[in-house]
């Protein structure tokens, strides 16, 4: 298993905060955490009273620091993912 890392992006701007990231066997399993991790930023948003911006992504990175996959947040809600 690889280990892979979820950050924001919102707009220009990569927000890190991923210190650990999350061992996943493959691709798949990386895009069902990512749908996951943004359909948890809506909930939250939701559940405050704020908007999430749709403009905002769950960009995963890999070991080495490469982007493997983006989700954009606004999408998730209508995504479905496999458990």
Do not use: C, K, W
Request: proline letters at 2%; a negative charge; charged letters at 25%.
């Amino acid at each position: 298993m690889a280990r892979y890392f979820f950050h924001l992006r919102d707009g220009d701007r990569l927000l890190p905060d991923d210190d650990e990231g999350e061992e996943l066997r493959d691709l798949e399993a990386v895009r069902s955490y990512a749908i996951q991790s943004a359909r948890e930023l809506l909930s939250q948003a939701a559940l405050s009273g704020t908007a999430a911006s749709l403009h905002q992504q769950i960009e995963v990175l890999n070991e080495r620091g490469q982007t493997v996959l983006t989700i954009p947040v606004g999408h998730a809600a209508g995504t479905e993912t496999q458990t």
